[in-house]
């Protein structure tokens, strides 16, 4: 069975620093892997997804995420926050040729300006 | 329609109450899942269903939930004697479902149950 484990349920950081939010997965073979983010009163969104290829995945605002198979790894950082990177961000894997998507618990960035 | 659709958008109910929330998916996706999400926590998988497969309901958590989707249009979660901890948003979302191809899933606003 696939799992998610988001290291740290809350992130702060100052407004201009890295942003770094840590994701292991376990599965049987490389799945597919996604970061999704949730604004606050807003609904979920893909911020990036990791399918075949290039394992460093860009994706919106400035953020991106390297799938490192070694250790089972996809973890997402941005190089400076910006006050309104302030969200939930979720990471997430589905088997790849399925469609179970299985959800971290998920991560709340705080931004301090 | 342009976007999932959920409905309603608030629920509050007695214990014991039966509830359905119900989900429009964006045309043509064959794909829908449902998750819940409690106050403070990740999202929890409940079911998913695609196409004209048997759906995958290895996530409810219990018998009084259930859920249906006619084809691959509209999708109704039913909870049957809500309890207290069925308290939380449900969340409903769809993707092409394109196989293999690690579709992205879109997600409705959610409707927030609470049984009092």
């Known amino acids: 069975a696939q799992s998610v484990t988001q290291l740290g349920s809350h992130v702060s950081v100052s407004e201009g620093a890295l942003v770094l939010l840590r994701c292991n997965y376990s599965?049987?073979?490389?799945?597919?892997l996604f970061w999704y983010v949730q604004y606050p009163n807003q609904g979920l969104q893909l911020l990036l997804k990791?399918?075949?290829?290039?394992?460093l995945v860009k994706g919106i605002n400035g953020f991106e995420a390297e799938f490192k198979k070694s250790e089972t790894s996809f973890h997402l950082t941005k190089p400076s926050a910006h006050m309104s990177d302030a969200a939930e961000y979720f990471c997430?894997?589905?088997?790849?040729?399925?469609?179970?998507?299985?959800f971290g618990a998920g991560t709340r960035l705080f931004v301090k300006a | 329609g342009a976007g999932v659709s959920q409905s309603p958008s608030n629920k509050v109910t007695e214990k014991g109450k039966d509830v359905e929330l119900r989900c429009d998916p964006i045309s043509g996706h064959t794909a829908l899942y449902w998750y819940r999400q409690r106050l403070g926590q990740g999202l929890e998988f409940l079911i998913y269903f695609q196409g004209n497969s048997a759906p995958d309901k290895s996530g409810l958590p219990s018998d009084r939930f259930s859920a249906e989707r006619t084809g691959e249009s509209v999708s109704t979660l039913t909870i049957q004697r809500t309890q207290q901890e069925d308290s939380a948003v449900y969340l409903c979302?769809?993707?092409?479902?394109?196989?293999?191809?690690?579709?992205?899933?879109?997600f409705g606003e959610g409707s927030r149950l609470t049984v009092l």
């Open positions: 979302a769809s993707s092409s479902g394109l196989a293999g191809v690690g579709g992205e899933l879109f």
């Open positions: 990791y399918t075949t290829g290039a394992t």
């Open positions: 997430a894997v589905s088997p790849t040729g399925g469609f179970k998507t299985i």
């Open positions: 599965s049987s073979v490389p799945p597919y």
